[in-house]
């Protein structure tokens, strides 16, 4: 499949379970393949690559649903191999992207882990990036930061990046979306879910 046709699959999907709008620049699906999954741009300059899909290819998918203000966002990297989408990160042949996703789960675990209703965003983002380095990743995304808050528009986000004091308690809900890679890798790995605290414990929506 083209990218552009992953895209338009992706965003009439949502728009028929009930979806109004797209509340990241009017984009409801940034898709990358291939050496594409290590770039991380702004929806104001993205565009879908006119590339397609390989027999043994990974590929992002980044969603940005909107129903009556209420905001989704998801993200998943999908290994292609022999012409089919794996199901499981068990089943993957090529070791450097098992691995890749391997430590995408690891990170989530991690989250889950080490926070708190007292931990800032500055400490999330401290720690996440450290222990990014001590697995031998690096962290792609463009702004240096892991996730924000979940608002009603885009321009009142917060971020998981460095300088901001806010306890992760004080938003309804927060991303949590690592975009990481291998050093001198050409292939980038991105898992996102929306967090939020239930009684006192970190959950995911």
């Known amino acids: 499949m083209n990218l552009i046709d992953v895209r338009h699959l992706c965003e009439e999907k949502m728009l028929s379970l009930g979806a109004d709008s797209f509340w990241y620049w009017d984009i409801g699906a940034f898709v990358f393949s291939g050496d594409e999954t290590t770039v991380s741009v702004s929806g104001r300059e993205y565009i879908t690559s006119d ?8 590929i992002t998918i980044d969603l940005s649903p909107q129903c009556n203000h209420i ?13 089919k ?15 890749g996703l391997l430590m995408e789960e690891r990170l989530h675990r991690e989250l889950i882990a080490f926070v708190t ?4 965003f500055e400490e999330l983002y401290l720690h ?29 986000r917060v971020y998981i990046e460095k300088g901001n004091h806010a306890l992760l308690s004080s938003v309804d809900f927060f991303t949590f979306e690592p975009h990481i890679s291998i050093p001198n890798s ?16 970190l959950a995911e929506l």
């Open 186 to 201: 050409k292939y980038g790995y991105k898992k996102e879910n929306i967090y939020y605290f239930s009684d006192g414990k």
């Open 71 to 83: 905001w989704g966002d998801y993200a998943r990297t999908i290994v292609i191999e022999n012409g």
């Open 51 to 58: 590339r397609s899909i390989g027999s043994n290819d990974m």
């Open 128 to 156: 996440i990036n450290d222990y990014i380095i001590e697995n031998g990743f690096i962290n792609l995304d463009f702004m240096g930061n892991l996730g924000h808050s979940i608002v009603k528009n885009k321009d009142d």
């Open 117 to 120: 209703p007292q931990t800032s």
């Open 85 to 99: 989408a794996a199901d499981s990160i068990e089943q993957i042949q090529n070791d450097e992207w098992r691995n």
